[in-house]
């Protein structure tokens, strides 16, 4: 495994044991950062991303993964 990827594991474990399941579920990005997401998504499809917008772009995929597995986990916790 590597090294950020061991990282961000580490991180969702923190974040899964100092959240309750609960407050993970409910988080919610902003809605400029949703509206971003949006844009880049749009953009992304229509192959018209800057470099600095395909790194922001992947950037948000990644958070977008975090996310996704803290959720599950918090999920998994309050069906168990």
């Not at 950020?4 to 919610?28: C, G, H, M, R, S």
């Not at 749009?42 to 996310?67: C, G, P, V, W």
């Amino acid at each position: 495994m590597s090294v950020v990827i061991n990282a961000y594991q580490q991180l969702i474990d923190y974040l899964a044991e100092k959240a309750t399941p609960e407050q993970l579920l409910a988080f919610q990005l902003s809605d400029a950062e949703q509206e971003r997401a949006r844009e880049l998504l749009e953009k992304n499809a229509q192959n018209m991303l800057s470099t600095e917008e395909q790194h922001e772009f992947e950037q948000m995929i990644y958070f977008d993964r975090i996310m996704s597995r803290l959720k599950a986990r918090a999920m998994a916790e309050l069906n168990s």
